[in-house]
């Protein structure tokens, strides 16, 4: 094949928010009604706060009708084989500020200042949504189900089986865990054990992050500063709690947090793991761990690297470990590479040798999400980028 | 002369808990007598839970008598020439689990749980005391104020000015900030502004961390892991909120953090602060800023080199900044140097240039503290480690 398979780890789908209201139970749909003006004016707000209009109209205007594909699956096809990419993982929030499920169900999925009932509610609606835009286009599109699963782990456990019963490859789960028990609770093992048992792969995806006051100076400076730390953080608590080490087929991808700090990361757990004097008066919190964190890392954990690719990322690829990087385009949000995926392939993997870029723009995700790479690499010769570019 | 001067700029002191009631005001005493017994009880707990015993009965066989320098002047004198010291700067919790001020008002510093009344009558007795302490050795003893400005900032200030008008050199500040206004806040400007004024400077110190569920498995490997994190965190807050920009002789200084990730985060900043197609649609963020974080950190910024101090310290000594780095012992905390600290300078430091130990065992310390050098070279011909041990 003289093209590459593209998939993208990183993409983003989501409905027009007035539409999931044909998707929640019709016992929300008054709180449903009651909610959407607010949702809008909040997101209204937000966009004329943070994103800035004269960016966001250059940007609306550059995609044209493309964006539509944050719900249209025929734009979304068309779309996605103009950029070249067989298929994606999709996650909620569509376009960022305009496609978000109800009820706080959207990325930031905080468990803070919602009633966990209705965001459930919320994440249902999506589940149900995203399952059925699957289904249209099994092949391409690579579901993942939001699990709220801080709150009730038998419920959580439900949504998780739900999922897979109906065709998604995975589940979203709140990187913040605010007041909740963390992620080194033993009552979570049922969902990690399902989870590694059937070839689910469990995300966190950049964005959340602490109710900062974003009317202070510098407030989005520290919320750059800060994101990918907190979408990483339930890493630690997995590696430390020893939940890859009794789940050794656990999966565990890390999305858009930027991959240049990805190193200092491993190193930073190892060293923490390692040091014996200065921790000694900590007594012994390493004995029920077999390998390193980085070791963990390599063999549990994949990076969906996107938006903020660029050659940073590809000088650290060994440091993070070639077999868990994988190429993402973040479509349709503005921070991404998409429409100029192919250019930005071109720019920032010039010269990377040939295996390499097979691991990284797919042969990762195939492994990780099982995917058919036969059905894939038909559609990849007729619209992936071709070899010949890289080189 | 052909010794050095070392100034240790991570020391701890404090009074057996049961004698900080002389330094309380009466009215706080019946709250006092009260919770002496509860704070024993916690103390002995985290000991028996966290403190193995037979890791501390060993650390106090071998300090011997020279943990009363915690709060003895004379055993303390006599300890650090031992250790070749000829100054410290001192932060309260003298042996970490048994000499922290009342009411919370120790390192923690923790703006939730305690009543802020309780924890600033706590925080001024250990100031009184420490004000004393220091008024004993002026020359030796570098003192800092426990200040909570997180709560009323008039009263903050009035601190900050006591403790500079009774001859303390800086203050300690909560690194955790709850559900305060952050350290971006503009009403803060006023305890930064006398500060930088006159040459009080500011620090945190680690050890503050979220209240993590120390029963789940690996809890102490995610506070190893994320500790230096949370005391750094203020850090981003002042410099992108601008406030080294408006308070260019502000100094702060990050204690007991150790320091191989330190170019780490000042690279994650530069990073952060510098690109464009990523955070395009978060606005603008950076105007306010006329250098890169990395210039502020170099310019503003102090690093507390202690405890964890090793080659790996010595090796990003020039990444930090060399004009930034400062040693210190941590003594009397087992985690520390003491009663080794020659034995570990010339394990770790062995081979730098000697102009460049100049500066980490003292220089630097002088210029951020304004200390008198005259002096202190006249102690250090009798007390400090002979230049040759390092060549």
């Known amino acids: 094949m003289d093209?590459?398979?593209?998939?993208?780890?990183?993409?983003?789908?989501?409905?027009?928010m007035e539409r999931y209201r044909d998707y929640l139970d019709s016992k929300y749909h008054a709180a449903f009604d009651e909610a959407l003006p607010i949702q809008r004016e909040m997101t209204r707000q937000a966009e004329e706060f943070l994103l800035l209009s004269d960016f966001n109209d250059k940007w609306r205007?550059?995609?044209?009708?493309?964006?539509?594909?944050?719900?249209?699956?025929?734009?979304?096809?068309?779309?996605?084989?103009?950029?070249?990419?067989?298929?994606e993982v999709l996650f909620p929030d569509g376009i960022t500020e305009m496609n978000a499920p109800p009820f706080g169900a959207g990325l930031a999925l905080k468990p803070w200042g919602i009633d966990p009932?209705?965001?459930?509610?919320?994440?249902?609606?999506?589940?149900?949504?995203?399952?059925?835009?699957?289904?249209?286009?099994p092949v391409r599109r690579i579901g993942l189900a939001?699990?709220?699963?801080?709150?009730?782990?038998?419920?959580?456990?439900?949504?998780?089986?739900?999922?897979?019963?109906?065709?998604?490859?995975?589940i979203l789960i709140p990187p913040l865990m605010g007041d909740k028990d963390a992620y080194n609770h033993p009552k979570y093992y049922p969902i990690?054990?399902?989870?590694?048992?059937?070839?689910?792969?469990?995300?966190?995806?950049?964005?959340?992050?602490?109710?900062?006051?974003?009317?202070?100076?510098?407030?989005?400076?520290?919320f750059v500063t800060e994101f990918a730390w907190w979408a990483a953080r339930p890493l630690w608590f997995l590696i430390f709690g020893g939940v890859f080490e009794k789940f050794p087929k656990l999966k565990f991808a890390l999305t858009e947090v930027s991959?240049?700090?990805?190193?200092?990361?491993?190193?930073?757990?190892?060293?923490?793991?390692?040091?014996?004097?200065?921790?000694?008066?900590?007594?012994?919190?390493?004995?029920?761990?077999t390998m390193k964190p980085s070791e963990y890392f390599r063999r549990n954990v994949w990076v969906g690297a996107s938006a903020l690719f660029d050659e940073g990322s590809t000088a650290v690829r060994h440091e993070i470990g070639i077999e868990n990087v994988m190429w993402g385009t973040d479509y349709p949000h503005p921070e991404g590479s998409w429409p100029h995926t192919k250019e930005k392939m071109e720019a920032?993997?010039?010269?990377?040798?040939?295996?390499?870029?097979?691991?990284?723009?797919?042969?990762?995700a195939v492994n990780c999400y099982d995917l058919d790479v036969d059905k894939l690499n038909v559609i990849a010769e007729r619209i992936g980028p071709v070899r010949s570019a890289f080189a």
Chains 1, 2 share one sequence.
Not at 146 to 163: G, H, P
Not at 348 to 364: A, C, H, Q, T
Request: charged share 25%.
């Open 3 to 16: 093209r590459f398979l593209i998939v993208s780890t990183d993409g983003h789908a989501g409905l027009p």
């Open 146 to 170: 939001i699990v709220l699963m801080l709150y009730d782990v038998d419920e959580a456990l439900r949504e998780v089986k739900w999922a897979h019963e109906n065709g998604l490859k995975g």
């Open 192 to 222: 990690w054990e399902y989870c590694a048992e059937n070839g689910l792969v469990v995300h966190t995806h950049s964005g959340p992050s602490p109710d900062y006051d974003y009317t202070l100076p510098g407030a989005i400076g520290v």
């Open 348 to 364: 920032y993997l010039k010269g990377v040798p040939e295996n390499e870029l097979e691991l990284m723009l797919s042969g990762n």
């Open 61 to 87: 205007e550059d995609a044209g009708d493309g964006l539509a594909g944050a719900w249209d699956g025929s734009v979304r096809n068309r779309v996605i084989d103009a950029d070249g990419v067989a298929a």
């Open 259 to 289: 991959e240049f700090w990805i190193p200092h990361m491993l190193e930073l757990m190892d060293v923490r793991a390692s040091v014996k004097h200065t921790s000694g008066k900590l007594g012994d919190f390493r004995s029920h761990l």
């Open 117 to 137: 009932e209705l965001q459930w509610a919320g994440a249902r609606a999506h589940n149900r949504w995203i399952a059925e835009f699957c289904k249209e286009d």
